[in-house]
């Protein structure tokens, strides 16, 4: 079992920055790829940023490059989600997720989940 705790969200304008971390504990972080999804009202769960097992390398939506950093330290079994140019339809429950196996875009695919943190952006 793998345990993902988020937090960093809250009310923010448009224009502004939040950094959302997410705590892992149980079986060996390094062993799992992880990644952050977000679900927007009435939307799907969809895939945001995830780093690489190692962080050596990034993935991102094409709606979120540019203005989000993903990062993960493998030593604090945390991974974090940087949002800068926040926009109101960034508004969503951001989650963490983790998977032992397979694509870290497809959130079918993920093996755990936190259970969320919401970020609201105001315009």
């Known amino acids: 079992q793998v345990q993902l705790v988020e937090s960093g969200g809250g009310l923010v304008q448009a224009g502004g920055s939040l950094r959302l971390s997410c705590a892992a504990s149980g079986r060996s972080f390094s062993n799992y790829g992880m990644a952050w999804f977000r679900q927007a009202p009435g939307k799907g769960r969809e895939f945001v940023a995830g780093p690489s097992w190692s962080g050596g390398s990034t993935d991102y939506a094409d709606a979120v490059k540019g203005r989000f950093t993903v990062s993960r330290d493998n030593a604090k079994d945390t991974i974090y989600l940087q949002m800068n140019s926040l926009k109101p339809e960034d508004t969503a429950v951001y989650y963490c997720?983790?998977?032992?196996?397979?694509?870290?875009?497809?959130?079918?695919?993920?093996?755990?989940w936190g259970k969320g943190t919401l970020v609201t952006v105001s315009s």
């Open positions: 997720a983790a998977v032992r196996y397979g694509s870290i875009r497809s959130a079918d695919g993920m093996d755990y």
